[in-house]
């Protein structure tokens, strides 16, 4: 049986974009792309829902949107991440740990 | 969210099309990198494009999404709203014009009235910081304000504690040149107090009033140089005589700059010059009162707390050793900022005005929303069916709000151009209908709209736009989707009731504005039938300054024309009357009397009928000797029954306020005096206080000190006043401070009451026309509404008079209600208003004007249901139940 795609929580998406963005800018495609990957293809992003995340993220300051040149010539938009994006990741991997805990803790006592 | 969010919402919102374009790319570059994707992993073209909107989601559904977080959706709408209202007006241009017309003129009126309130108590004088400007005084126990002596100023200017700097000012009321002169006596320092510059010559400097009566020179005002001396450019050297005294122009004051009372000066002059200019007209105990009023700028540490404490102890420290009427129980500190200070009194008395023009634009308002009421209901099936396509009431509600507002804000810019036309009219209309003689009197500060004025219209329309708009819009949403999908509009929803309400709520409104209006009305008419029990006709009066009264009277009595002169320390119609303590010997008892000097000409002069006893003879009035003739009514009051010539009264000695002297208030030397004569009862104050309930006459000669003059005139005596003002002027200038003929004085007394005749009378009829129109809606509507039932019951057998009945019925329902209500809130409005005027003229309840009121609403009522109820009348039962 093939490993179930796990819908997104509400949230989660906008943690994935932060991270994936810590290393360097991207454009929104090869967001999806990564995410996908490295994620082995159990997160499946719904590739539209990644652009009013996107958007929102901007609107929030925490990721800045530049037009550059992708790796195939042509005109994309990138993101990368802004100084309070690095503070907001830093706290929402913090709160993702401790949810993540308390869960496990949960279903093991359960 | 920050301000990047902000400034992203603006670059939307600015450059909606290039973020729009940007979006559009960004999602066509994802869908070309996953369909390059999907082709490399082997897939046709046409496949892979469809492969990657799969997994891409619904395009459009996400450009929404990423809009909404640009958060500038509303912007769009309105853009939307505004675009679909416009159109909505194209097809219904009359309602939209009805409507702004109606908003336009309640808007109108109320901002002209707005401008003037701005221009008097809300603009800042165009002065040095004028909000550090306050006029000191303080309450004497006496329960008068304390006017300064120039001995007091100069011990406060020297050791005041809370001003800076202060000055000293004095009013002076004189004619030059054939006009009527409006100064102040100033300190030296008062154009540089204020930072008045001058633009012609120089202003008054401290030294002008450093020595007494040295410095014989004035200033003039820049409109009073342009109106009163022809804009002489050579006027700076020019002498001008004031009271007798050549006084040198030195300068005109900048353009604009009128002084600091509400009533625009013409010209300052040293108030060094007092002792010459101002012979005090006191009368009988020469005791020179306090005339000067002090203003001082607040020292920059000095709280207004502060100063006030401060003032108090200093006012009570110099009052200590004064009688104690004299006493100071507390400080006056009265803001100088704007030419009316902005004091509860002053918004108490602009409140009865002002409430009769927001009650006009209420009801313009009752009537719009009638009408968009009706509109909305009219558009039930649209907005059903929009309700039904997913529109959310809110959405809904925010779009016919925008209608509304879209409606008030043209109206808006009409009713500033109503306003800016009654602005320039009305003071026109004063002038042309004024008495000649005292269109002088009438100075208006300039009454040009400022920012606050056009704030206070926005406003306005916004506000009126939400009164006529949301009740509508509330109510046209209420129709639930399945009986919109049903086409069944009106079964739950109650619009006829709402619409009952307004109608109602504006029959009672223009009900209480016309009950007002008649009681204004009846009072004009009283005021004018009032039998003043004297002879205006033929009598010229002259006020003069006592130094050279010689000279004038020997001057009049050369004058052919004049047939006789009489003199009275008040002249009739020219305000109360002082009063004293008198009573009878036979009577413990003390009444009020009222009193004057007169010389014995003065009875003949004016036409008063000596009815019992006689007349002073002229060597009893130069002797002045304790005599009296009293009126009528006080002769009932005293002697009851008896003759009273030939008896004697008491009066009593009181103490008197300092400066009554100077009006001829102070009472005689005597204690007692001997009745020779009874004349007839006259009114003897101003006309509003009616005829006198008791008038004491004690005898002076003509030439008496502060006496003003009256002239029986032959022929025509506007002509004759016009001949004697070019004769004094010219015999002895300066001499004359005001003249007038008595019919002229007469006639500005009646003024302010037809003037409130006429603007109650305009305020009344814009009330009961735009209630007519908006009875006749209601009923319009309610015929439309029920055309279908009246069919059925004329079908039935009704006649025509029965159906035409359902219409007169609901009507008067209405319009009897709505006077009712009116009446009563009338009731409560003529009380207050005849508390607060004081005057017999005005009863407090006045049947005749209520009757006059009711009636004419109903009657009008009555008229606006008419053409509705023969339309009912016509319904034809065919017709009608083939319909539908």
Redesign the interface.
Known sequence: MKPSRLDLLQGTLDLLILRTLQAEPM???AI??RIQQISRDVLQV????L??AL??L????WIQAE?GI?ELG????FYQLTAAGRRQLAFEKENWAQLTTAIGRVLDLA | ??W??WK??LRALVFRERVEN??D???R??L???AR?HRQEGEDSPGAGRQARL?????E??KE??R????VRWAEMLGQDVRYALRGFRHTPVFALTVIATIALGLGLNTALFTAFDAYVLRPLAVNDPYSLYQFTWNTRAGQEHQFTAREFEEFRNDNPAFSAVVGLDGLFTRAGGHMLLGNLATGNYFSFLGVNAALGRTLLPADSAIPESSPVMVLSYTAWKEKFGADPAIVGRKVVIRGHPLEVVGVARPGFTGLSEIPLDFWAPITMAPLLKVSGSFLPPQPAGRIVIVGRLKPDMSLRRAEAALAAWSQRHTAGLPEAEQSTGVVLRSEATTVPLEPEVLAAFAPVLLAFVLVLVIACANVANMMLARAMSRQREIGVRLALGATRVRLIVQLLTESVLLALPAAAVGFGISELAIELCPRLMLATIPAGYSEFIRFVPLHPDLRVFLFMLAAALASALLFGLVPALQATRSNVMQASRGEFLTDVRPGRLRNILVVAQVALSALLLICTAIGLRANNQVRRLDLGFETRGVVEIELQDTLRPRVLRAIRSLPLVASVAAASKVPLMGTLPTVPVGAAHRPERMPGRFMYVSPEFFPVLGIPVLRGRNFSSAEAAAALPLAVVSESAARLLWPGRDPVGQSFQIDRVPQAPGAARYGAAPPAYTSALVIGVARDVVSGYIGDAVDRSCFYFPQPVDMAGGTLLARVEGNAEAARRKLDAALSESVPGAVDQIHSMDEIHAAQVYPYRALAWVSSAIGSLALLLTLSGLYGVLSFLVTQRTKEIGIRVALGASAGRAAGIVLRQSLKLAGLGTGLGAVAALGASRLLASQLESPMFDSVDFVAFAMGVLVVLAASACAAYVPSRRAARIEPLTTLRHD
């Open positions: 454009h929104g495609w999806s792309e719904n590739q539209g829902s652009y009013p958007h929102r901007e609107h929030q300051g037009w992708s042509r005109r994309a938009r | 969210m920050g990047i969010d992203l919402r940007e979006l790319e960004e999602l570059f994802h070309d990198m996953q994707k997994r891409f989601g619904a395009v559904r996400m999404e990423c909404d977080v640009r958060g």
